[in-house]
């Protein structure tokens, strides 16, 4: 059984997770940039976007029911969303053999690597898809494009997602190639999440039944270029 601050995973949930421990006086930054092309980020998470997409949303429509919300500072909510998102990746991406979770408890940093070349962090994000984070030090150098040492051949993005003004459901997941501290990013992959029409079942709906969605995946001029048709 995982715990993440609270949040219960079952064992049944079969997403490598490793717990990532550095040396004392070893490094966990890298001042290498690692560049990856937008074409070549949608190649590898395409088959993805959608488990991705509603993982993001079920995840804040479930913190949405969570008692005393209201009082929550900010740095709570996106915390409890965070590990909620991770819970709901653990569950969806069991099948994955190329999804592994990287837990690293000194920092407080959790990605979710993909084929050895790619990890996903999640945050809040507003409309110019520039990402909300906590000003550390190792925040501010992983906003901006720099690595983790202890995987030198992979590439951080970010899994942003956008609220409503009332900030009460997701309306926008986007994978972000950050660019610096308050810059727009350098590219971006925008998911938006379309809730399919509930269809009349024999089966009746649980409180606990997951939304269905389709994903559309909306590209700019620059990303029709990068991407294709």
């Given at each position: 059984m995982l715990i993440l601050n609270g949040i219960h995973i079952g064992?049944?949930?079969l997403v490598k997770v490793q717990k990532v421990v550095y040396p004392i006086d070893g490094?966990?930054?890298s001042e290498a940039r690692k560049w990856m092309k937008?074409?070549?980020a949608h190649s590898i998470l395409r088959t993805r976007y959608a488990p991705l997409c509603a993982a993001v949303v079920a995840a804040y429509r479930k913190y949405g029911k969570y008692p005393g919300r209201t009082i929550h500072r900010r740095t709570t909510r996106a915390n409890i969303v965070n590990d909620e998102i991770?819970?709901?990746v653990i569950g969806d991406f069991h099948e994955d053999e190329a999804v592994c979770l990287k837990l690293i408890r000194k920092k407080n940093l959790r990605f979710m690597q993909v084929e050895d070349r790619i990890l996903l962090w999640f945050k809040k994000m507003d409309?110019?898809?520039r990402p909300a984070i906590y000003p550390t030090?190792?925040?501010m150098h992983l906003e901006s494009g720099g690595q983790m040492s202890m995987f030198p051949d992979c590439t951080i993005l970010i899994v942003g997602y956008l609220l409503n003004r009332d900030e009460t459901d997701v309306v926008l997941v986007s994978i972000i190639k950050p660019a610096g501290r308050g810059s727009r990013p350098e590219w971006y992959i925008d998911l938006q999440p379309v809730e399919e029409p509930k269809l009349a079942v024999m089966r009746k709906a649980t409180s606990d039944s997951k939304p269905r969605f389709r994903v559309v995946v909306k590209k700019g001029a620059t990303q029709d270029k990068l991407i294709g048709s």
């Amino acid at each position: 059984m995982l715990i993440l601050n609270g949040i219960h995973i079952g064992i049944f949930a079969l997403v490598k997770v490793q717990k990532v421990v550095y040396p004392i006086d070893g490094p966990y930054f890298s001042e290498a940039r690692k560049w990856m092309k937008q074409a070549e980020a949608h190649s590898i998470l395409r088959t993805r976007y959608a488990p991705l997409c509603a993982a993001v949303v079920a995840a804040y429509r479930k913190y949405g029911k969570y008692p005393g919300r209201t009082i929550h500072r900010r740095t709570t909510r996106a915390n409890i969303v965070n590990d909620e998102i991770l819970a709901a990746v653990i569950g969806d991406f069991h099948e994955d053999e190329a999804v592994c979770l990287k837990l690293i408890r000194k920092k407080n940093l959790r990605f979710m690597q993909v084929e050895d070349r790619i990890l996903l962090w999640f945050k809040k994000m507003d409309r110019q898809r520039r990402p909300a984070i906590y000003p550390t030090d190792h925040a501010m150098h992983l906003e901006s494009g720099g690595q983790m040492s202890m995987f030198p051949d992979c590439t951080i993005l970010i899994v942003g997602y956008l609220l409503n003004r009332d900030e009460t459901d997701v309306v926008l997941v986007s994978i972000i190639k950050p660019a610096g501290r308050g810059s727009r990013p350098e590219w971006y992959i925008d998911l938006q999440p379309v809730e399919e029409p509930k269809l009349a079942v024999m089966r009746k709906a649980t409180s606990d039944s997951k939304p269905r969605f389709r994903v559309v995946v909306k590209k700019g001029a620059t990303q029709d270029k990068l991407i294709g048709s």
